[in-house]
C-alpha cells in the first residue's frame, strides 16, 4: 500500500511540475473565444470557462496545491509537535494551560477563522501556508503530546532531568525523536487534509487569486455550472486531488501499520 | 470521580472562554463595524474593557442583536440551532451505522474483495471535498432522477423538517458519507488494535468462533474509543455542516455563521462561535466522562 | 445579489449591488411589450383562471427582513422594497411603465405633481386603506414629519436609507394639506421638475393613521407635528424586524393595515412572507389574479437554480435563471432557450434600469494623479473588452456601457449623438500601448511593468505628480461569488499585461468591497469593482449621487461636470431638462470618470402557466396582474 501511495504521489509530482516543460500552454491570459470547449484535439482534456486548456491548467493547479498542502503539512505538524512535545514534557499548570489553548482552538470552527484571517491579508501562497497550519496544528499537537507524557516517564527522559539538562534541549534532543514515528504519520494526513481545506477555501472564494490557480477553484467553477454539462471541467481536478489526498492518506496509514508491527516487535 | 468531573468542569469552562478572547481578538484585527458599538461600549474604549463588556452581556442571556434595532442573535440561534441538531444528528446516526461494521469488516478481512472495496470507497469519500460530493449528488439523484429534492426543507416548523425526507436525504447523506469516511478509518485502526489484544488471542486459542470474537470482544472494546470519536468530532461535524447547510440552502448554524462571516456581522459571529465552542467543549467533556466511566483506570491514571 | 449600501456611508441613496440574477417583474399597464420570451416546451391553454397561489424566489441572501417602508440603510434591499413594501404600502408615485423607469400614472396613488414657482402641488386619489380610511393628505405628512423627525443633522444616524443630507426634506420649507386629499409643499430653492418628482417625491410612502401609536392602542402625534414622531419612530421600527418579528406580521395590527393589492398573512423567522390579495384595494388589478403570494428565500443562485429543476417539491413558480447556467441566446436574437434540465418555465430577459462600471480611487495619494490623467484612463478602457464579456460569461446576457446614462433601455434622458456612435473604446491593447507610449510611458510588452520615463506636464511627458520611474502597478478589490465578474476582471488583468500594467486583483466579500471604496481611507484601495448602481428610488440618472465628488464615483471632481449637473438639476422644463442631459453626458463620456462595464441582465424564468406580463427594469413587481391559464 505503501509502495502504491509513494507511485501515485511520484507519479503526480512529475506530472505537475515536469508536464509544463512538455506540454506548454498559455495559463496566465484569457480567450473567451475558447471557453468551455468538450475535450478533442488540441485540447485533451478540454478548456475552461476562461478558454484556458484544462490538461495544463491542471499541471499549474497541482503546482499550488501541492505546495500549499505539503507546505501547510509541514508547518502544522513541526508547530504541533513543538507545542504538543513542550506540553507533554513539562506537565503540570503549563500543560493544563497549554492543552486548555489547543482544547480552545479546536473549539472554534475552522472554517470561522480560516475566513476571518482571510479577509485580513490577501490569500497568497505564503498567507495561505499559515493560515491553513495555523488551524491545523492542534490535533498534532493533541498526539505528540499523549506521546510525550508516554516518554516522559522513560529512563532516559528521567536522567536528563535528574541531571538538570536544560528543558527545552531536552524537549527536542529527546522527547521530539522519539515521537517522530507517530508524527511521521501525522505530516501525511496533515497534507492531505491541507489540500482539501485549501478547496474548500477555494469554495468560499478566498482560496489563491488569480493568475494562480489551484485544483480547489478549479473545482468549484466547474461546480457552479455543474448543469451545462461541463464535465471535463470538475472530472480532471477532481481525480487529481483525489488521487494526491488518497495517495497522503494511504501513505501515513501504511506508515502507521508499519510502526505498530515494529513496536509489537520489540 | 467528583474530583474528577470537577476539574474536567472547570477546564471546559476554561476553554470556552478562551474561545471567546480568540475569536474576539481575530475580530479585533478583521476591518469591519466598529466592535465597541457593537458590544455597547463607548468607542475607542479598551480592547479588554469591550471584551469584558460583551461577556458580562452574555452572562446575563444577552448576545447582542444582528442589526440596529434589529432581532436578537439569541432568536436566530434558536430558529437555527435545532435544524442544525436534525441534520448533524441524523447524519451522525447514519454513519455510526454504516461505519462501525465497515470498519471492523475491513480491519477483520483485510484483504477480502470487499474489504479493499470498502477501503476504496473510503478512500474516496474521505478525498473529497463536501462541496464537490454534494453538487453531485444533487446533479445526479437531485436534479438527474427526481428521487430527492436539490435544497433543504425550507418549512417553519422542525416537525414538517424531520418529515420532509425528500427535501433532507441529499444534505445528511452529504454530511454521513463524510462523516462516514472518517469514522470507518478511525474504526478500523481501533478494531485492528483490538484485534492484536492478547485476550482477542487467547480466545481465538480456545478455539471460539470468529464470529463470535468480533462481536464479543472486538466491536465492544472498540466502542470505547468511538465515545471519544464522538466526542470529539463535533466541531469536524459541525464545519462539515457550514459547507453543507449553504450549499443545500438550509438555514441552520452553519448557514447563518457562513453568512454572518461574509458579512462581518460581528455580533452573530461571536454569539454563534460561543455556541460552537460550549458544544464542542461539552462534547469532549461528555467524552471523557463516559470514557472514565467505561474504563475505570483512565481516572486514576489521569489524577 | 443586490446589495443596499452599507453601515457607515451615509451618502448617496441609489441601491448598489453586484447584480448577477436580481429577480423583480411587473406587469404594467401601458406597456410597451416584453422583452421577449422563450420558447416554452409544454402546452398550455390560454383560459384565465381565478385564484391560486404563485411562489416567487427572492433576490439570494437577500430576504425580506424589514416590513417598515421607513428603512434604515442596513435592510434598504430591493427585496425589501420592491417584493415587500410596495406590495403592501404603496409609495405616492409608482416608477416603471413598461421597460421605461419613468413615473406610472396608474399606479401611483396621487395625481402628477403640480409645480408653481417654488410651490408643489399633490392631489391624491380616492384610494382607501384596508380598515376603510380613506388615503389622505396627512397620512403624506405622516411621512413628511417622520423624515423631518428622524432625519436631524442632531441624529447623525441612518433611519431612512433613501436620505441624502441637503436633499429631501431638508429641501423643502412648508407643507401643509388644503383639504384631505390635496397637499401643498414649499421648496427651499428652484429646483427642475423632472428633479424633484423622479429623485424626492419617488422616496415618499404615505403611512397609515392607524400607524401613529406609540404603543398598541396609544395614540401618537406625528401626523400633527415633527415633535411626535420619535416615539411613533421606535415604535413602529421595534415591531418591523424579525426573525423574532417576522412571524408577528401576520395579522399584526399594525402591519395589516394596507392600502396595496397586498396583506400578510404569515412569514417564518426563516423570512418566507405570504401574502393574500387585499379585496379593499383600490388600484387597478387584472380581472382574474392569484391570491396567494409567497415569498421564498435561498442563499445562493445555486440553491435558487437546483429548486428550479426540481418541480417536485416547493414549486418556485417565479424565479431566475443564473447566468452561468443560461444557454448563450442565438446570433441576433436577445433571449436564448433554457437549458435542457428546466422544464416547464418559460424564460423572460429584464435589463434593470441601472449604470455599470468600476471606480478609480481619485483621491488616492499613489496612483491618484495618474488616474488624474485623461490618456491614462483612455488606455485603461482600451484593455476593458466589453463586448467579450457580454458574449463570454454573460451568456450574451449583458448590454455595453458607453457613457453615464445606460443605452438600454433607451430613455429621452439618453444623448441620441452618443448612442449613434457607439463604444468608442472597444477592446484594443495596441491603442492603450499608443496612448502610453506618446505621453512619456516606457511600455513593457514582453512580462515587464510599465514605468514613466518622461516626467513633466508637458506633450510626450507622463503628467503632473508622476516622478520618473513610477510603474503602472495596481491593485484592485472585488466582489467574490459572481461568477461573470470574475471572468471579467481576469480578462482585464490578462488584457492588462500585454501592455505591462500589473494589475492585483483580490476578491472579497461584496461588503468589503463596498465598505472599503465608500468609507475607506485615501490609500486603502486603488481599483473597486462591486458592480452596478441602480436607480431606485432615485429614478433620474442625474449624477449629483455618482460624480459630484462622491465616493460612488471614486471622489471623481471636475468643475465643468459639476456645473453641467448643476444644470440637470435646476432644468424647469422636460425638453430642457434632456438638453441639459444630453450636454453633460456627452462630456463625461468622454471624460471616462469611471471604468465602464456593461450591464448584466435579469433572466426572469416563470411556470409555464403563470401569466405574468411583460417586466419592469425597475425591477417592481405587481402579482395583482399575475393569472394561471388552463
Known amino acids: ?266 | 470521580m467528583t474530583a474528577f468531573l470537577a476539574r474536567r468542569m472547570l477546564q471546559a469552562i476554561a476553554v470556552v472562554i478562551l474561545v471567546t478572547l480568540i475569536v474576539f481578538t481575530l475580530l479585533e484585527l478583521a476591518p469591519g463595524p466598529d466592535r465597541a458599538a457593537v458590544v455597547g461600549t463607548a468607542a475607542h474604549s479598551q480592547f479588554l474593557v469591550q471584551y469584558l463588556s460583551w461577556l458580562g452581556q452574555v452572562l446575563h442571556g444577552n448576545l447582542g442583536v444582528v442589526s440596529a434595532g434589529g432581532e436578537s442573535v439569541a432568536a436566530l440561534l434558536a430558529t437555527s440551532l435545532p435544524r442544525t441538531l436534525i441534520l448533524v444528528g441524523f447524519s451522525t446516526l447514519i454513519a455510526l451505522a454504516v461505519a462501525i461494521p465497515a470498519g471492523i469488516f475491513q480491519a477483520a478481512r483485510p484483504s477480502s474483495v470487499t474489504g479493499h472495496g470498502l477501503r476504496v470507497l473510503t478512500y474516496v469519500f474521505y478525498s473529497m471535498p463536501a462541496f464537490v460530493l454534494g453538487s453531485v449528488l444533487i446533479l445526479f439523484l437531485g436534479v438527474g432522477a427526481r428521487w430527492f429534492g436539490a435544497e433543504g426543507p425550507q418549512y417553519a416548523g422542525l416537525g414538517q423538517v424531520i418529515t420532509d425526507w425528500r427535501d433532507l436525504t441529499l444534505p445528511v447523506l452529504t454530511l454521513a458519507l463524510g462523516t462516514i469516511a472518517i469514522f470507518a478509518r478511525y474504526m478500523r485502526s481501533a478494531a485492528a488494535d483490538s484485534l492484536d489484544e492478547e485476550y482477542v488471542e487467547a480466545a481465538r486459542a480456545r478455539g471460539a468462533d470468529e464470529r463470535r470474537v468480533l462481536l464479543r470482544h472486538v466491536l465492544r472494546n472498540s466502542l470505547v474509543p468511538v465515545v471519544t470519536l464522538l466526542g470529539l468530532s463535533i466541531p469536524q461535524i459541525l464545519g462539515g455542516a457550514l459547507v453543507v447547510e449553504s450549499l443545500f440552502n438550509f438555514p441552520g448554524v452553519g448557514f447563518q455563521i457562513w453568512q454572518a462571516a461574509q458579512n462581518h456581522n460581528v455580533p452573530v459571529i461571536l454569539g454563534f462561535t460561543l455556541v460552537f465552542g460550549v458544544g464542542a467543549a461539552i462534547g469532549s467533556l461528555l467524552a471523557d466522562i463516559a470514557y472514565a466511566l467505561l474504563d475505570p483506570r483512565v481516572r486514576y491514571a489521569r489524577a | ?630
Open chain 1, 1 to 266: 500500500m505503501g509502495s502504491a501511495a509513494v507511485a501515485i504521489l511520484v507519479a503526480m509530482f512529475a506530472f505537475c511540475f515536469l508536464g509544463p516543460l512538455v506540454y506548454h500552454t498559455d495559463q496566465v491570459h484569457v480567450f473567451f473565444k475558447f471557453a468551455n470547449l468538450s475535450p478533442g484535439a488540441g485540447h485533451p482534456l478540454g478548456t475552461d470557462a476562461d478558454g484556458d486548456d484544462e490538461l495544463g491548467r491542471v499541471m499549474v493547479g497541482g503546482q499550488a496545491s501541492l505546495e500549499v498542502g505539503i507546505a501547510a503539512g509541514l508547518l502544522a505538524a513541526f508547530l504541533g509537535s513543538l507545542w504538543g512535545a513542550a506540553s507533554g514534557y513539562f506537565g503540570g499548570v503549563t500543560d493544563a494551560v497549554m492543552m486548555r489553548i489547543v482544547d480552545a482552538g479546536i473549539a472554534i470552527p475552522t472554517i470561522v477563522v480560516l475566513l476571518l484571517i482571510v479577509t485580513i491579508y490577501r490569500p497568497t501562497e505564503p498567507v495561505l501556508v499559515l493560515v491553513i497550519a495555523a488551524t491545523s496544528w492542534l490535533s498534532t499537537a493533541r498526539l505528540v503530546r499523549a506521546e510525550a507524557l508516554a516518554l516522559r516517564t522513560r529512563e532516559y527522559v528521567q536522567m536528563v532531568r535528574v541531571m538538570g539538562g536544560a528543558s527545552p534541549r531536552a524537549v527536542l534532543r529527546h522527547i521530539a525523536p522519539n515521537a517522530l514515528g507517530t508524527i511521521a504519520v501525522n505530516v501525511s494526513f496533515q497534507i492531505g487534509n491541507a489540500i482539501l481545506i485549501l478547496a474548500t477555501l477555494s469554495y468560499l472564494g478566498l482560496g489563491v487569486q488569480f493568475p494562480a490557480v489551484d485544483w480547489g477553484n478549479m473545482i468549484f467553477s466547474a461546480v457552479q455550472t455543474i448543469s451545462s454539462g461541463y464535465w471535463w471541467q470538475i472530472v480532471s481536478p477532481g481525480v487529481a486531488i483525489m488521487l494526491v489526498v488518497v495517495a497522503f492518506t494511504m501513505l501515513g496509514d501504511a506508515l502507521r501499520d508499519g510502526l505498530k508491527s515494529k513496536s509489537r516487535g520489540r
Open chain 3, 1 to 630: 445579489m443586490r446589495l443596499t449600501r452599507t453601515r457607515g456611508s451615509r451618502r448617496g441613496r441609489g441601491v448598489l449591488g453586484v447584480c448577477c440574477a436580481v429577480a423583480g417583474l411587473a406587469v404594467v399597464v401601458a406597456a410597451c411589450g416584453p422583452v421577449g420570451s422563450g420558447a416554452s416546451s409544454s402546452t398550455v391553454g390560454t383560459t384565465p383562471t381565478n385564484g391560486g397561489t404563485a411562489t416567487y424566489a427572492t433576490i439570494p441572501g437577500l430576504s425580506a427582513t424589514y416590513i417598515f417602508p421607513f428603512t434604515p440603510g442596513a435592510d434598504f434591499s430591493a427585496t425589501n422594497s420592491d417584493d415587500l413594501q410596495y406590495l403592501l404600502y404603496r409609495p405616492l408615485y409608482w416608477f416603471g411603465d413598461g421597460t421605461q423607469p419613468t413615473l406610472n400614472p396608474q399606479l401611483s396613488l396621487a395625481d402628477p405633481p403640480t409645480f408653481n414657482g417654488r410651490t408643489v402641488t399633490i392631489t391624491l386619489k380616492p384610494y382607501r386603506w384596508s380598515n376603510g380610511q380613506p388615503v389622505t393628505a396627512e397620512n403624506v405628512i405622516f411621512w413628511i414629519n417622520m423624515e423631518k423627525a428622524e432625519e436631524t443633522a442632531a441624529s447623525g444616524a441612518d433611519e431612512y436609507g433613501g436620505y441624502v443630507a441637503g436633499t429631501f426634506p431638508d429641501n423643502i420649507t412648508g407643507w401643509r394639506a388644503i383639504n384631505t386629499h390635496t397637499l401643498v409643499m414649499t421648496l427651499r430653492g428652484s429646483y427642475g421638475q423632472a428633479w424633484f418628482t423622479d429623485n424626492e417625491l419617488s422616496q415618499i410612502t404615505p403611512l397609515p393613521s392607524a400607524w401613529d401609536v406609540t404603543a398598541s392602542g396609544t395614540k401618537g402625534g406625528c401626523e400633527r407635528a415633527i415633535s411626535g414622531c420619535q416615539a411613533v419612530y421606535n415604535y413602529l421600527t421595534s415591531a418591523s424586524v424579525g426573525p423574532a418579528n417576522p412571524v408577528k406580521w401576520g395579522g399584526s395590527p399594525i402591519w395589516s393595515v394596507v392600502d396595496g393589492p397586498w396583506q400578510v398573512t404569515s412569514a417564518t423567522a426563516q423570512n418566507q412572507v405570504t401574502m393574500r390579495y387585499n379585496t379593499m384595494y383600490s388600484g387597478p388589478a387584472a380581472a382574474n389574479h392569484v391570491d396567494t403570494f409567497i415569498l421564498e428565500p435561498f442563499a445562493s443562485e445555486q440553491a435558487e437554480f437546483n429548486q428550479l429543476q426540481d418541480p417536485g417539491n416547493n414549486p418556485v413558480d417565479v424565479g431566475y435563471l443564473p447566468t452561468v447556467d443560461a444557454p448563450v441566446p442565438a446570433a441576433g436574437s436577445q433571449v436564448g432557450s433554457n437549458p435542457v434540465s428546466l422544464t416547464n418555465y418559460k424564460l423572460t430577459v429584464i435589463y434593470p434600469w441601472m449604470l455599470s462600471y468600476y471606480p478609480y480611487n481619485w483621491q488616492n495619494p499613489t496612483v491618484g494623479p495618474i488616474f488624474s490623467q485623461l490618456y491614462f484612463r483612455q488606455a485603461f478602457q482600451s484593455l476593458q473588452d466589453q463586448e467579450g464579456v457580454v458574449s463570454g460569461p454573460m451568456h450574451g446576457y449583458g448590454k455595453v456601457t458607453i457613457g453615464p446614462v445606460t443605452d438600454y433601455p433607451v430613455t429621452p434622458y439618453l444623448s441620441r449623438s452618443l448612442e449613434m456612435q457607439g463604444d468608442q473604446w472597444t477592446l484594443d491593447p495596441s491603442r492603450a500601448d499608443r496612448l502610453l507610449s506618446t505621453n512619456g510611458w516606457h511600455v513593457s510588452t514582453t512580462g515587464g511593468t510599465t514605468f514613466c520615463a518622461h516626467a513633466g506636464t508637458g506633450p510626450n511627458e507622463c503628467g503632473a505628480g508622476i516622478k520618473v520611474g513610477t510603474k503602472l502597478d495596481f491593485t484592485m478589490i472585488y466582489a467574490a461569488g459572481v461568477d461573470w465578474m470574475e471572468s471579467a476582471v481576469k480578462e482585464l488583468v490578462s488584457n492588462a499585461s500585454l501592455v505591462g500594467i500589473n494589475i492585483t486583483a483580490t476578491s472579497q466579500p461584496t461588503n468589503t468591497v463596498v465598505s472599503t471604496a465608500l468609507g475607506g481611507a485615501p490609500d486603502s484601495w486603488e481599483l473597486a469593482e462591486w458592480g452596478s448602481w441602480t436607480y431606485s428610488p432615485d429614478f433620474l440618472p442625474t449624477g449629483e449621487e455618482l460624480f459630484m465628488k462622491s465616493p460612488f464615483g471614486g471622489f471623481y471632481n471636475n468643475p465643468t461636470n459639476n456645473a453641467d449637473i448643476e444644470k440637470t438639476l435646476t432644468a424647469q422644463t422636460t425638453s430642457t431638462f434632456d438638453q441639459s442631459m444630453h450636454t453633460w453626458q456627452v462630456y463625461l463620456a468622454k471624460e471616462l470618470p469611471v471604468v465602464w462595464t456593461p450591464n448584466v441582465a435579469t433572466l426572469v424564468e416563470s411556470a409555464d402557466n403563470l401569466v405574468i406580463g411583460p417586466q419592469s427594469s425597475t425591477l417592481t413587481i405587481n402579482p395583482e396582474d399575475w393569472y394561471y391559464v388552463k
